[in-house]
Nanobody, 122 residues
Framework: QVQLVESGGGLVQAGGSLRLSCAAS????????MRWYRQAPGKQRDLVAT???????NYVDSVKGRFTISRDNAKNTVYLQMNSLKPEDTAVYYCNADIAPVTDSRNYFKYWGQGTQVTVSS
């Protein structure tokens, strides 16, 4: 069984910083792309940043220059460093990853974490 567990959310003032972590655990054969999504109240879940196993990263325009996604492949963990936070960054942040489990190592499946709340006050 594979699971993703996020941590690091909280309440911060505008202009502050937070670092989110997401650790994958269980019977993992391989991890390909890891992503961070966010969902604000009453809105759809949107992609924020992606990181491939090879080190390539991509960001939605609204967070470029402020957020940094990184991975520790040895720990099966992805991070999201969020700087210069704005009230509009307030959302539940979800980790997502394409993982091949040991039981089916030739196929990748999408797994989700449970989410972590980030609240930015003005």
């Amino acid at each position: 069984q594979v699971q993703l567990v996020e941590s690091g959310g909280g309440l911060v003032q505008a202009g502050g910083s937070l670092r989110l972590s997401c650790a994958a655990s269980g019977s993992i054969f391989s991890i390909n792309v890891m992503r961070w999504y966010r969902q604000a109240p009453g809105k759809q879940r949107d992609l924020v940043a992606t990181a491939t196993s090879g080190g390539s990263t991509n960001y939605v325009d609204s967070v470029k220059g402020r957020f940094t996604i990184s991975r520790d492949n040895a720990k099966n963990t992805v991070y999201l460093q969020m700087n210069s936070l704005k009230p509009e960054d307030t959302a539940v942040y979800y980790c997502n990853a394409d993982i091949a489990p040991v039981t089916d190592s030739r196929n990748y499946f999408k797994y989700w974490g449970q989410g972590t709340q980030v609240t930015v006050s003005s």
